[in-house]
């Protein structure tokens, strides 16, 4: 089985009942989809996984980047770019880092 370099988790606030809500959700719209275009059209060795709410609501939506532990805040298409082009260098955007 291949591993991929990095695990990809996007929070899209599902909850127990299994239902996408709250402010993730809301705010994050059509990323996901994004996401996932970009790292298959630029070839970046990824995987992508949503996740339930990570509790930091006021910065969302959130990107979290392993095996490296890389918390990226208030995403859109734009910081989703940046975010893959320093993937393909195998490098984090500090300056789009959460603190």
């Known amino acids: 089985m291949h591993k991929p370099r990095f695990h990809l988790f996007l929070c899209n606030s599902f909850r127990t009942s299994g239902e ?4 993730c959700h809301q705010k994050a719209g059509d ?3 994004y996401l996932q275009a970009e790292v298959s059209d630029r070839g970046i060795d990824a995987i992508i996984s949503t996740t339930s709410c990570l509790n930091v609501c006021e910065k969302g939506p959130v990107l979290i980047v392993y095996p490296d532990a890389w918390w990226y805040y208030n995403l859109d298409e734009g910081k989703i770019d940046t975010i893959l082009d320093a993937l393909e ?3 984090p955007v500090t300056e789009l880092l959460m603190a």
Request: charged share 20%.
């Open 89 to 91: 260098q195998d490098s």
């Open 20 to 23: 996408p809500k709250g402010v």
């Open 31 to 33: 990323l996901l989809q």
